[in-house]
């Protein structure tokens, strides 16, 4: 049987610049498990480790920041022990985790969740940013106590062998988080993140499963977090229980529990459309967006028919060939470079993830190590977390910085 190959079409967009510097040495820190996972129940009070029940996981605590208890009004039997508690850190502007043991070039996936839940009595959630090293990554606005638990997830290639996870306090409440993950992958997924672009998830969803329950390790080794997306008005459900394989040639290693179900339009006259409205950020306010769209044809088809379909990306085709999914094995079609138009496909589909596309850029990691070893000998009780230069506004106390175009900032003076 001959493997499908992937097939790629680079739509059009500008992007939006973000820079990457790993740097720095901070007070809270974790290492990997036997699975090379980092997972960290953040608000987890004591000493106490615990095994996750949905994903069979060790889950750790960390110590920085004061540990609070979510109102019991918005406990359920469905919530996850993760989202019990969370960690609220008063006291700085910025905060950071420091993941370690990480390979240098190699690429991770990190993903953050927070759960207001009221834990401070306050009935007001606060609005703060999020970094990854000092690159913005998202900010956090839960709207409401009741609002459901928001994950935010990205893709990076590290520099270092470590990553900071920062929360940076912007005046408009207290900082918290629930939960802090990573993952690392082959570095052969997702070409389109590198080590000068990152990628920031908006959705990734499993399409015509038999239930709404996400699927994530062990179902999917790596752990990714697939959604259901269910439409019983306009689309059918066709599943099957064989093994879905990856191909050689597979750059996303979809797991065969969401290539396993699919869907195809009640009306084989109509398409299958898929959209996004844009999501901007403060300091992200014109997003592009990469879509990576997954295939296998699961119905073992009469002699000689094929299942062939056009998949359209803002209205103009994708592939310039009908596309034929291969039985039970999975294929993909992907955008390389953003877009921030919305798209449409016709036919057939069994996964679909989306994604903010952000450049990356890395700082002098030696002048970098070299403070944050004056800071460990000399005890300095400054603001000294975080990188020493970037972003601007978060630059530490006592330092010059020299910055220059197109070259990464350099510390000139203590």
């Not at 950020?281 to 002699?303: M, R, T, V």
Request: hydrophobic share 35%; net charge neutral.
């Amino acid at each position: 049987m001959e493997l499908p190959k992937p097939r790629t079409m680079a739509a059009r967009s500008l992007l939006l610049l973000l820079s990457l510097t790993i740097a720095g040495v901070f007070q809270s820190r974790a290492q990997l498990d036997s699975h090379g996972f980092i997972s960290i129940d953040c608000g987890l009070p004591g000493t106490a480790s615990y095994v996750d029940d949905g994903t069979g996981l060790s889950r750790r605590l960390h110590r920085h920041g004061t540990n609070y208890d979510i109102s019991p009004d918005y406990i359920t039997e469905q919530l996850s022990r993760t989202y019990h508690n969370v960690r609220s850190i008063p006291n700085g502007t910025r905060n950071c985790y420091t993941l370690r043991s990480l390979t240098t070039g190699n690429k991770y996936l990190v993903r953050a969740a927070f759960k207001y839940g009221d834990y401070d009595s306050l009935n007001r959630p606060p609005v703060f940013d999020l970094y990854v090293g000092v690159n913005y990554w998202k900010t956090v606005n839960l709207v409401d106590p009741d609002d459901v638990i928001r994950i935010v997830e990205a893709i990076v290639v590290v520099p270092a062998d470590f990553v900071q996870v920062c929360l940076v306090n912007t005046d408009s409440g207290t900082p918290f988080i629930s939960g802090l993950d990573l993952r690392p992958l082959n570095n052969s997924l997702y070409p389109q993140a590198n080590a000068t672009r990152g990628l920031v998830l908006l959705g990734r969803f499993n399409f015509g499963p038999t239930n709404a329950t996400d699927v994530r390790y062990p179902d999917d080794p790596l752990d990714r977090i697939w959604l259901p997306w269910i439409d019983n008005t306009n689309w059918t459900e066709i599943s099957t229980t064989l093994t879905v394989h990856n191909s050689l040639v597979d750059i996303f290693e979809a797991p065969s529990k969401v290539m396993q179900t699919a869907i195809t339009p009640r009306d084989a006259s109509k398409n299958i459309e898929l959209s996004w409205d844009p999501k901007p950020q403060p300091k992200d306010p014109s997003p592009g967006y990469i879509a990576n769209l997954h295939f296998s044809e699961l119905q073992l088809l009469p002699s000689g028919s094929v299942r062939a379909f056009y998949v359209n990306l803002n209205g103009d085709l994708w592939y310039s060939l009908p596309f034929t999914p291969e039985y039970l094995y999975a294929d993909a079609l992907f955008s390389l470079d953003p877009t921030k138009r919305p798209k449409q496909s016709k036919g057939f589909q069994d996964g679909y993830s989306d994604f903010g596309g952000n450049t990356e850029n890395d700082h002098e990691k030696t002048k970098v190590s070299a403070i944050a070893a004056i800071k460990a000998k000399y005890r300095v009780q400054k603001n000294w977390i975080g990188d020493p230069c970037l972003p601007r506004t978060l630059t530490w106390d006592g330092l010059t910085c020299r910055y220059a175009i197109s070259q990464p900032p350099r510390i000139t003076g203590v």
